[in-house]
């Protein structure tokens, strides 16, 4: 499988469950990696937080193209063409499934527990 989480409101929000998501399924073989609306300039710091704070190295790491500006559409768009099963998703999470259509079992819904500044172990 191919499992992405989006970092504000989602893998933030949730850290000792995505942690042990991200083990768990590395482990048994699977790829998981970080599918964020963040800039690309933001990459390096993301990556330096997510060691800093227990995670595995994530398989793979995609932020939105500058320019872009429908984030649902954009997201899709990387889900539809590297063929990811699972996606993690808080805001955009329905406008995302009605776009999938019949695909719109791929994008999983989860509910932030604050704003997207903020952070939760």
Wanted: a negative charge.
């Amino acid at each position: 499988m191919k499992i992405s989480i989006d970092l504000d409101g989602c893998l933030w929000h949730h850290q000792a469950f995505f942690r042990d998501l991200m083990r768990g399924m590395q482990a048994a073989g699977h790829q998981v990696g970080i599918l964020t609306s963040h800039k690309t300039i933001h990459m390096m710091a993301d990556l330096a937080l997510l060691e800093k704070r227990g995670f595995p190295q994530p398989d793979f790491y995609y932020d939105r193209v500058n320019g872009v500006t429908d984030y649902a559409a954009f997201k899709v768009n990387i889900i539809l063409s590297l063929d990811i099963d699972l996606h993690f998703e808080d805001y955009l999470a329905e406008q995302m499934r009605a776009l999938l259509l019949k695909d719109a079992y791929r994008v999983v819904s989860m509910v932030p527990r604050g704003t997207e500044e903020q952070h939760f172990e």
